[in-house]
């Protein structure tokens, strides 16, 4: 046979593999194109646009430095404030004078005109010590002037502006607040106030996988196949109490605690049950499935002695699936650990409570110190439930 007269390997191939290759080929082709028109449609649907996302970066750049600053510590302070009279539109022009920090404040002149200048003074008061200068009219609102400002190694401080046009004519107070260090450290109140929550957070997680417990150990031999066979009864109620589990675990936990929180207010109570409706669905699973799995065969021995049904869930069932029970407690407390921090955030109580009003009122260095200590916590948490479930099981 010549070398033209041979067929080629691709058409052998194809011959062999028949007719089926070219239909799984295209087969191939139609799902490639159904998946690729899937991603389109959902770039579409959910509006994906990394341009704005890189554009939009630099604003996240506050948020960033405060969570990575937490308010967790600081110097203990002391404070003084002394207001020094200013006339805007009619009064004596003669300089007015109060006493600070064993200083003088003093504003010159005493009375100026809308758009004026004013010169704000500071002589002989505390060294290097921070100043914040406000404008305080009769009814006590105080308007910041500068802030973020120090007196000198002499405890000195000169600043001339032009008054704001805007300023309507009246009776005012120049108010000079100085601020410094007394060398001593102690917990930010905010720091404080986030321990304790996540104090409140670690056991009302506790608390809800405890009743939680006490309502899906008894569910779960109801929902496990291998004791309920036998009988009509035994699949009526086996296949009603998986039902109840796959309920109660498919509503999430947020939705739950909103609910709790209209039906008993809100609290920590609230995500407490939040956390016990929710964990029953999913611990009674995780019960069920591992009486599934037990080893049959001490089961048919006190069977064949003529044990009745509770006997042989209680000799044969219960030592089997104790370590697993355990482990799958410990782990569940862990992840409601986790799930009470977000609950708060409907009103659930706990940290999540807390750390909601803080972004809020975008005060992101007390929403660091929430933030960090929900983290530790976790973290902590993890490890110790790993540790007791490897020596439990």
């Known amino acids: 046979m010549t070398e033209a007269a041979r067929p080629r390997p691709d058409a052998v191939a194809f011959r062999k593999a028949g007719p089926g290759a070219l239909v799984t080929s295209w087969r191939s082709i139609v799902l490639l194109l159904v998946a690729l028109a899937a991603y389109a449609y959902g770039w579409h649907v959910t509006q994906i646009d990394f341009p704005t996302l890189l554009f939009n970066l630099p604003k996240a750049e506050r948020i960033v430095v405060g969570l990575l600053q937490p308010d967790v510590i600081a110097q203990e302070t002391e404070t003084v404030a002394a207001d020094a009279p200013l006339s805007i539109g009619d009064g004596p022009p003669t300089p007015s004078t109060a006493s600070v920090a064993g200083g003088t404040l003093t504003v010159m002149p005493g009375a100026i005109g809308p758009g004026d200048e004013v010169t704000i003074s500071l002589s002989g008061a505390r060294p290097n010590s921070e100043l914040l200068l406000a404008l305080v009219d009769g009814s006590g609102n105080a308007r910041p002037i500068r802030r973020g400002e120090r007196t000198d190694a002499s405890g000195a401080y000169a600043l001339t502006f032009a008054m704001p046009a805007a300023i309507s004519s009246g009776t005012y107070a120049v108010r000079a607040e100085l601020s410094w260090g007394l060398g001593r450290w102690q917990p930010t109140e905010a720091f404080v106030l986030s321990l304790q929550k996540m104090i409140e957070t670690i056991f009302l997680a506790l608390m809800g996988t405890t009743f939680a417990l006490i309502v899906s150990i ?144 975008l005060q992101w260095n007390q929403a660091g110190a929430a933030l960090w200590l929900i983290g530790i916590t976790v973290i902590v948490m993890d490890q110790a439930s790993a540790i007791i479930r490897a020596r439990l099981v």
């Open 218 to 361: 008894p569910l779960s031999f109801l929902g496990a196949r291998n004791l309920m066979q036998g009988s009509r009864v035994g699949w009526a109620l086996y296949y009603a109490t998986r039902t109840l589990f796959n309920v109660l675990r498919s509503i999430e936990t947020l939705i739950l605690a909103v609910i709790m929180a209209v039906v008993v207010g809100l609290g920590p109570f609230a995500g407490v049950m939040a956390i016990v409706i929710h964990s029953i669905g999913a611990m009674g699973k995780l019960y069920s499935e591992s009486i599934e799995s037990i080893d049959p065969g001490p089961i048919e021995a006190i069977t064949a002695t003529g044990a009745n049904r509770f006997q042989v869930v209680l000799f044969g069932v219960i030592p089997q699936v104790v370590p697993q029970f355990l482990s799958f407690t410990m782990y569940r407390w862990d992840i409601n650990v986790r799930l009470s921090t977000v609950i708060g955030l409907v009103g659930g109580g706990g940290i999540g409570f807390l750390l909601i009003q803080y972004i809020n009122l």
